[in-house]
């Protein structure tokens, strides 16, 4: 099993910028996979961003530019650095890590972004 936690939701400004991290903790063997997703009442949980094992990263059109994703792998953790954020980036921010081909999630972090 493999437990997740994340930190560094909150308000904030439009235009203004926060950090999530997610560290990750358990029968960890290999994150292949550690991202972002985020969702909002009534729509589907979608990919924000997302680095694999090799170093390879994919971010949302809609973010791109904007958000950034890195990892640290001595210490299992992702981060999601967010600057210029806008209202329509309001959202609970999911991490997600797949670990031995298994998907697992955080609990969720609350993103509100004011105009």
């Known amino acids: 099993q493999v437990q997740l936690v994340e930190s560094g939701g909150g308000p904030v400004q439009a235009g203004g910028s926060l950090r999530l991290s997610c560290v990750a903790s358990?029968?960890?063997?290999?994150?292949?996979?550690m991202g972002w997703f985020r969702q909002t009442p009534g729509k589907q949980r979608e990919l924000v961003a997302g680095?694999?094992?090799?170093?390879?990263?994919n971010y949302a059109d809609s973010v791109k530019g904007r958000f950034t994703i890195s990892r640290d792998n001595a210490k299992n953790m992702v981060y999601l650095q967010m600057n210029s954020l806008k209202p329509e980036d309001t959202a609970v921010y999911y991490c997600?890590?797949?670990?031995?081909?298994?998907?697992?999630w955080g609990q969720g972090t609350q993103v509100t972004v004011s105009s």
């Open positions: 997600n890590v797949v670990n031995l081909n298994r998907e697992y």
């Open positions: 358990g029968s960890i063997f290999s994150l292949l996979f």
């Open positions: 680095t694999t094992s090799g170093g390879g990263t």
